[in-house]
């Protein structure tokens, strides 16, 4: 299971890496990716959206099922992915890359929340 150590990560599966600019990227984890399967659809947030901590932020859809992503800490949409929207497929490829929206957020020390690579390990070894 791929866990980059420089990242933060929720229990439900999302990841967040706070940029040079005190922007969050946000992503879904490689462990996520692999239990939906092949993703053929993904519903990005519209930019300037606002979103509580844990609130749905968008939803992928794969050709298993449906899944919602969360927002890892309260804040407002800056950019979206919208690469996603012609190959959501490349979550499947690489979920670290593949980020599919950017976040000012309410409260930088919120992050201090957020699991650690050995934390979210494991939460996914607990079930």
Known sequence: M??????KYTASH?????????TLTVGIT????????DLVFVD?????????????ACVLESV??????????AGTVTAINETLSSAPESINQDAY??????????????LAGLLDAAGYKASVDAG
């Open 14 to 22: 999302e990841w967040a890496r706070l940029e040079a600019d005190g």
């Open 44 to 56: 990005l947030p519209e930019i300037g959206k606002t979103f509580a901590a844990g609130e749905e």
């Open 97 to 110: 890359a593949a980020w599919l929206f950017k976040l000012a957020p309410a409260n930088v020390g919120d």
């Open 2 to 7: 791929n866990i980059p150590a420089e990242l």
């Open 64 to 73: 298993k099922a449906a899944a919602d992503a969360y927002a890892p800490v």
């Open 30 to 37: 490689d462990h996520a990716q692999e239990l939906l399967g």
